[in-house]
């Protein structure tokens, strides 16, 4: 069966899942923001296996069950509350996401990479984020009119390397590495350090009509006056420029900063002569801070507050 690597099957036992008590009436009983994720999977073409309904208690029989529904293992998420039905997948190649599920304490669910204890924030994307980290597959982490963000892989070099050949790319930032076996281990400790650890960071910016790479955008760690601060930044290949693009990804990241992160106050470090950028900052709602040095370089520090929640509309 030729299988695409995306999340088409949830596999459940939805007894592991009751969160009934002995003295409940109704025997039976989902919490809330579990009934409202199966529910809502139709929309995303994932389809809802049970177990408990083929009596499936072993290896092979899952397999078997899998098969009967043209499903491949990994193009599926184990959804599972106890050690028994996670040591039927052992060997067999599958994403797991464990569930702490009250009612059957002394599980230790070590074969689950993510655990949840509830599922009020629970959702296809949280269940397909579980699934492509299983798989080392990419998240897109947010949309705007024209592109998308996601994380970078080891496939975008070929077009970076050729981005990063214009003249303007690398006059107020570094390169890449000359040496591209460089690159690539520098890009997969990223990939595992930042991504994994953070949930975000410079991510690549690609067209969504043609499907080409057109810059990188996103977010950095750093640190301010000895505390963690969190920095945007940015840059558009040369074809793309003057064409709205940095304001419509920035506006996106702002957003994303914004509900997604804890911080209060979002930086951008932009260089003196950059006037570009600085005019772009102060348009978004940027002010100027200070002038710092960082590694060598003078740049100015301009700040937007983070703390108000409402929306930042795409361009």
């Not at 570009?276 to 740049?299: D, T």
Request: hydrophobic share 40%; proline share 2%.
């Amino acid at each position: 069966m030729e299988t695409q690597m995306k999340l088409q099957g949830l596999i459940i036992s939805l007894r592991e899942l009751n969160i009934a008590r002995e003295e409940d009436a109704e025997r039976f009983v989902m919490e809330d923001g579990l009934t409202e994720l199966l529910d809502g999977l139709y929309r995303y073409n994932v389809q809802i296996v049970n177990l408990d309904m083929f009596s499936a208690d072993s290896k092979e029989k899952l397999l078997a069950v899998l098969k009967l529904h043209n499903l491949a293992p990994e193009c599926c998420l184990l959804l599972a509350a106890t050690d028994r039905v996670l040591s039927m997948i052992e060997g067999v190649g599958m994403a797991v996401c464990g569930y702490l599920n009250p009612r059957i304490p002394g599980q230790k669910l070590s074969a689950a990479k993510v655990l949840v204890e509830s599922f009020e924030e629970v959702d296809f994307q949280f269940l397909e984020r579980v699934y492509q980290r299983e798989y080392g597959l990419p998240w897109t982490a947010l949309e705007t009119r024209r592109c998308f963000l996601r994380e970078i892989t080891l496939a975008d070099l070929d077009e970076l390397y050729e981005m990063y050949r214009g003249k303007s790319i690398t006059q107020y930032m570094e390169g890449l590495y000359e040496d591209r076996a460089k690159e690539e281990e520098y890009t997969r400790a990223y990939i595992e350090n930042m991504y994994h650890f953070y949930g975000y960071g410079m991510w690549i910016a690609i067209d969504k009509i043609t499907g080409k790479l057109i810059g990188r955008a996103g977010l950095n760690c750093l640190e301010l006056h000895g505390k963690p601060a969190l920095e945007m930044g940015y840059v558009i290949g040369e074809e793309f420029q003057n064409q709205g693009y940095a304001t419509e990804l920035c506006r996106g990241i702002v957003r994303f900063a914004r509900n997604e992160t804890e911080f209060e106050d979002l930086h951008c470090l932009i260089h003196k002569d950059n006037s570009i950028s600085i005019h772009l900052a102060e348009n978004l709602g940027f002010s100027w801070q200070e002038e710092l040095k960082v590694q060598g370089k003078i740049l100015q520090r301009y700040t937007k507050s983070l703390e108000s929640k409402e929306n930042v509309a795409f361009l």
